[in-house]
């Protein structure tokens, strides 16, 4: 029998340049603290987490410059838009996130911001190394022969 894909989840924002600019080493996911009004906009789809990072900052884990716009009908019981919002994450996935920081070059970027099937709002977070611009391209040259290649493929087969 076919799986029915669950109405709860859904996803809300991805960063797809993340993968281009950084070398993903592992990834983890966590929750977020939310006002009602932040998750109103969100089931709209109204949120953008490109420019966005995690920082550890006094023992927490925060996600900083993450945009979710206003919601109109919350009036003056609304939000700001790009506030800090806590990540909520074990202890132990805290520390090996803080050593992962400390080391050279490393940080933490959201990869993507959904609904899970039980309807709350979960951040995929990978612990990544920014790539050199000689690497970009040898990303970039391999995406686009594997293109290339599968056309050919389909063209030929």
Known sequence: MAQKSDPNSKL???NRQARFHYAIESDLEAGIMLLGSEV??????QSNI???YASVENGELWLINSYI????QAGVFGHE???HRK???SKKELSRLWQAVGREGMTIVPLAMY???????????????????ADKRETEAKRDWNRQKQRLLKQNG
């Open 69 to 72: 716009a206003a919601y109109k």
């Open 40 to 45: 109103k906009s969100l089931r709209t789809g």
């Open 12 to 14: 809300i924002a991805e």
């Open 87 to 89: 990540l909520l994450v």
């Open 115 to 133: 609904f899970n099937d039980r309807g709350k709002v979960k951040v995929k977070l990978g612990v990544a190394k920014g790539k050199k611009l």
């Open 81 to 83: 838009e790009r506030r």
């Open 50 to 52: 490109a420019e966005s």
